[in-house]
C-alpha cells in the first residue's frame, strides 16, 4: 500500500505576502483574517503590522465610552447610518466581555447593530476584553491600526462599559464621546469615574427620560467651574474679583460647547434619545467641529504622536513579558530565590534589578 501524498509545504513568508496584497485589493476576507492574527498574536503578527503601518493615519477615530446601558451600541449604529448617508466607510470595533467558557467575545454588541452589518461600506469587527480593565481589549490599539490601514474613512471604538476605568479609549482615539443616561448617577459620581477628563463631547442619550435636563446642566456647571479653576491657576493662584469671576462666567456661558476665546475647546453637552434617531445631527456636527479644531490648533498631532509613544511602550512590554517569562532557565531562576525572599533574605526589587541585569542578552534578543 502507497504512502499517502504528503502536502506541499507553504512558505511562511510567501503567505503573509498574498495576504498583505490581498489586503491592499480591500478584500474583507483578508481584513477579517489579517485582524485575527493580530487580535491573537499569532506568528508573523509583528511583521504584518509593521507593514501596515505606514497606511496608518487617515481615518478619524472616534472612541464611544461610557457606563453600562447608555446606549452605546444604539448611538453607534446611528452614527454609521450617518456616516453612509455622507458616503463615507466605517470600520467599528466592538469591544465585549469576555466569555468564560471560550476567552472570545460575546458579540452582544454586534448584534445590537445588526441594522448596519451587511452593508459593504462598514466593517465590525467585535474583540473580547480578556481581562483588561480599562474597557478596551489589548489588541484593541493595533486593530485600530488595521481597520485604518485598510482605507475606512472613519473608525469607531466602542468600549464594553466597565464604569469607572473607561479612561483607555482616551488613548486610543482622537475624539472621545461620552455617553451618560438620565440614571448614571449625580456629578459626584461621575467626576469619579475620570468621565469629565477624558471626554472631548458629552451626550446624554435616552434624553425623552426624566432627568436629562438636570443632569445637562451639572455637566456644564462642572465644566464651567473646571474652566474657572483652570483660569484662576493660569493667574498663579491670584483670587479673581467678584466682576472678574462674573465675567468669565458669562463668557463660560456662551463657550460650553466648543472653542472658546482663549482657543481651548470645550466640551458641547449634547442630548440624544438615539433609538429614535433624534440628536444624531448635532452629534456628527460635533465631531466634525472638534476635528477641525485639533488640526487647526496642532493638537492632533501631539495626541497622535503621544499615541505613538505608547504604542512603542506596549510593544516593548510585550516583548519583555515574552522574552522573560517563556524562558525556562528564568523562571527556573526566579523559583530558586523564593526562598530567601519567604525568609525575608532579599526583596522583590532586588530580585527584579538582578533579573534584569542577568537577563540583558535574553531581552535584546542576541543569542549567547
Sequence with gaps: MSAAPTAPRTDPSSATARLLDDFARRRPAALARVISIVENHRPGFDTILAQLHARTGRARRIGITGPPGAGKSTLTTGLVHAYRAQGLTVGVIAVDPTSPFTGGALLGDRI?????????????????????????????????????????????????????????????????VVVLVPESGDSIQ?????????????????????????????????LRLRARGAHAQSKSGVAMSSARAHALDA????????????????????????????????????????????S????????????????????????????????PATSA????????LASGRTTPYDVADELLERSATLLSGRQI
Design 112 to 176: 445590537r447593530m445588526e441594522a448596519v452589518a451587511l452593508d459593504p461600506g462598514v466593517y465590525i469587527r467585535s474583540l473580547a476584553t480578556r481581562g483588561a480593565l480599562g474597557g478596551l481589549s489589548v489588541a484593541t490599539r493595533e486593530a485600530a491600526d488595521v481597520l485604518d490601514a485598510f482605507g475606512f474613512d472613519r473608525v469607531l471604538v466602542e468600549t464594553v462599559g466597565v464604569g469607572q476605568s473607561e479612561l483607555d479609549v482616551a488613548r486610543t482615539v482622537d475624539t472621545t
Design 190 to 222: 461621575t467626576l469619579k469615574a475620570g468621565l469629565m477628563e477624558i471626554a472631548d463631547i458629552f451626550v446624554i442619550n435616552k434624553a425623552d427620560r426624566p432627568g436629562a435636563d438636570r443632569l445637562r446642566t451639572e455637566i456644564q456647571l462642572m
Design 251 to 294: 463668557r463660560e456661558r456662551k463657550t460650553v460647547g466648543g472653542e472658546d476665546e482663549a482657543g481651548t475647546w470645550m466640551p458641547p453637552v449634547l442630548t440624544a434619545a438615539a433609538a429614535q434617531g433624534t440628536g444624531l445631527a448635532e452629534i456628527v456636527t460635533a465631531l466634525d467641529s472638534h476635528h477641525e479644531y485639533l
Design 296 to 327: 487647526r490648533s496642532g493638537t492632533l498631532a501631539v495626541r497622535r504622536r503621544a499615541r505613538l509613544r505608547e504604542r512603542v511602550a506596549d510593544v516593548v512590554d510585550q516583548k519583555v513579558r515574552t522574552r522573560l517569562w517563556n524562558d
Design 333 to 340: 531562576w526566579v523559583d530558586a530565590q523564593l526562598d530567601a
